[in-house]
C-alpha cells in the first residue's frame, strides 16, 4: 500500500495526474475513477507522510490480528469509502452552496482502520483486541473530529481543503464492516471449568485421594501452605 501510495504521487510529479484527473468528484461520472485511485493520489509531501504513518501502523495491526478477514476489510473499505464519498453532495454546510471538490488522499482508509480496529475489538468483547483497540483510541483518538467540517469550529478565510466527507465515510464504513464480521476469525475461548454447574468426575476422585494422602494438609495452616495446595491441585487437574 505504501509502495503504490509513493508511486502514485511520484506520477504526480511528473504531471501524470493533471487538475482532477483520478479523484473522487461527488455524483460526477468522470468522478468515479477517483473510488479506485484517489486514495493513492495526494496534494504535497506533508499530506502523503501524513497518511503514510497511520497507514503503515493500522495496516499492520489488522493483518497481524485479523488475517482471516484483513483483505476483505481494507479492499471493502477502499471502496465502499470511495463510493459513499462520490454520494455524498458537495455542499457548503453554513450556506448550502453547492462546492466542485476533488477528493484525494488515503485518509478515508487510515479512518475505516482505525474504526474497525476499534469497533471489532469492542464486538469480539476479546481481552487481547480490546487492547488494541485501547491503542487505536490512544494514538489515533483525535481523529475523531476530522470527521466535523473545520467551519463548525473556528471561521475560516477560504474553504477547507481537508475532506471531513472521506473521514466521515470511512469512520461509518469501518463500523459497520466491524459489526458484520463480529463473529469471524478469533473469538475468545472459554474452558469448560468456567461455565457454571460443572462438575468432573475425575477432578472429585482426584480431590478425594489427594485427602487420603495427605491428611495433615487439612489441619490448621498458614495461608500460603493453602496456596500451594490449590496450585498443586491445578496443575493435576491441567494434566
Known sequence: MLSAMWLGYFLQMQGFFDSCFGAIIPLLPEGLLGVITAPLLHGNLDHIISNSIPIAALMFLLYQFYPLVANRVFIL?????????????PIDILTGEYLYTCTIGASGVVYVLAFFLFFSGVFKWNM?????????????????????PEELFY?????????????LAGAVVGSIIAFVFKNVGE????????????????????????????PEDFLEMPYKKRDEIWDHLDELRKR
Open 77 to 89: 473499505g477502499w471502496l465502499a469509502t470511495g463510493l459513499l464519498v462520490w454520494l455524498l453532495p
Open 128 to 148: 487481547k483486541l480490546l487492547t488494541i483497540s485501547l491503542l487505536v483510541v490512544l494514538y489515533y483518538g483525535s481523529l475523531i473530529w476530522g470527521m466535523f
Open 155 to 167: 471561521t475560516l478565510n477560504e474553504p477547507s481543503k481537508i475532506s471531513w466527507q472521506a473521514h
Open 187 to 214: 473469538k475468545k475461548r472459554k474452558f469448560i471449568w468456567e461455565f457454571p454447574n460443572y462438575y468432573s468426575e475425575k477432578d472429585d476422585r482426584l480431590w478425594q485421594e489427594y485427602k487420603e494422602r495427605h
